[in-house]
């Protein structure tokens, strides 16, 4: 089926330094998510995108937080700067039409020593 | 605000035998309501999902799952399960208001072992 490619799996960072997550999305979609699971809770929802704009952000969405797809490439996720709260796994995800089907990296490991 | 409860963290069964994974929600109106599965280093995947209509739904690999409304329940079955269902399985709900917000409230999982 198709796929949603996280880069890179797992990524280790000071704590006040920026980082950059990676989301290569399934090529024909065209809303895109973030979804962060800290280790022992629920993936919570973060921010959803489309049309080059945020359409909707949750309160775990700080101002440290941004995201893009500057001309159909990665979908991104900057965090800047980290704080050691920002540790958790990252799902990328990405949906081509109205009907809520998802579809779901396998995640990136953010360690923020 | 919704939410989604999986009561049983781990679920142990052997090869062969049938499957019941619980979920229960909560949601003002009719929601949209989601299986997923993860297999090891592997994103999520969708299982089914119920809309409207057939409160029966069937999904991929011999899973299906009733949309309860009197109870607020999704549980998930599979008449026999086999040892490569090993996995982590979510139920997640999203608001059922006609457009695509990719809002998704998941539970927590549960971690189902299949031993032969």
């Known amino acids: 089926g198709p796929k949603v490619l996280q880069i890179p799996s797992h990524q280790i960072i000071d704590m006040g330094q920026m980082v950059t997550l990676n989301c290569d999305p399934v090529?024909?979609?065209?809303?895109f998510y973030w979804y962060k699971q800290i280790l022992g809770q629920q993936m919570e929802f973060l921010v959803n995108?489309?049309?080059?704009?945020?359409?909707?952000k949750s309160k775990l969405f700080k101002d440290q937080f941004s995201v893009e797809r500057p001309d159909g490439s990665y979908f991104t996720l900057k965090i800047q700067p980290t704080a050691l709260e920002d540790s958790a796994v990252y799902f990328c995800?990405?949906?081509?039409?109205?009907?809520?089907?998802?579809?779901f990296g396998a995640g990136t490991r953010l360690s923020v020593l | 605000a919704q939410s989604v409860t999986q009561p049983d963290a781990r679920v142990t069964v052997s090869e062969g035998a049938s499957l019941q994974l619980r979920c229960k929600y909560s949601?003002?109106?009719?929601?949209?309501l989601f299986w997923y599965v993860q297999y090891p280093r592997q994103g999520l995947q969708l299982l089914l999902k119920?809309?409207?209509?057939?409160?029966v739904v069937q999904g991929v690999n011999g899973f299906e799952a009733e949309f309860i409304k009197s109870n607020s329940s999704f549980h998930l079955r599979k008449a026999s399960v086999h040892w490569s269902d090993s996995a982590v399985y979510f139920c997640?709900?999203?608001?059922?208001?006609?457009?695509?917000?990719?809002?998704?409230?998941f539970g927590h999982g549960t971690i189902l072992r299949v031993h032969p």
């Open positions: 995800a990405s949906s081509g039409t109205r009907q809520n089907t998802l579809y």
């Open positions: 090529s024909n979609h065209l809303y």
């Open positions: 995108f489309y049309n080059g704009k945020v359409m909707e």
């Open positions: 949601y003002s109106g009719t929601p949209y």
């Open positions: 119920y809309y409207s209509g057939d409160p």
């Open positions: 997640a709900v999203s608001a059922n208001t006609g457009a695509n917000t990719g809002k998704l409230t």
